[in-house]
Nanobody, 119 residues
Framework: VQLVESGGGLVQAGGSLKLSCVAS????????MGWYRQAPGKQRELVAV???????NYADSVKGRFIISRDNAKNTGYLEMNSLKLEDTAVYYC??????????????WGQGTQVTVSS
């Protein structure tokens, strides 16, 4: 299984970006799909997560600005980031809890995509 993120880049404060994460490989289904970020010198933190049932959870720092979504038919997740702030600068990682054909649940990470917000 591979998770490949895209959509990162450099954006001015107040701007928007949309990240994508495509899961490929031996996948029977995807349980939860989420986004984490890690800024220099800081621990990786949860940004947003969306379950297979549709429930969502957001970090307080991004509530009202970021929107997480999924296209289950395409095994793809998205993170729409609006009103970006300097403190949103980080490497953003996709995470997915994958259901294998064996019935096992396994956790996978993408390689990360850099988001830089400038003033």
């Amino acid at each position: 299984v591979q998770l490949v993120e895209s959509g990162g880049g450099l954006v001015q404060a107040g701007g928007s970006l949309k990240l994508s994460c495509v899961a490929s490989g031996s996948i029977a289904g995807i349980n939860s799909m989420g986004w984490y970020r890690q800024a220099p010198g800081k621990q990786r933190e949860l940004v947003a997560v969306k379950s297979s049932g549709g429930s969502t959870n957001y970090a307080d720092s991004v509530k009202g600005r970021f929107i997480i979504s999924r296209d289950n038919a395409k095994n793809t997740g998205y993170l729409e980031m609006n009103s970006l702030k300097l403190e949103d600068t980080a490497v953003y990682y996709c995470n997915a809890n994958i259901i294998r054909y064996s019935g096992r649940y396994e956790n996978f990470w993408g390689q990360g995509t850099q988001v830089t917000v400038s003033s």
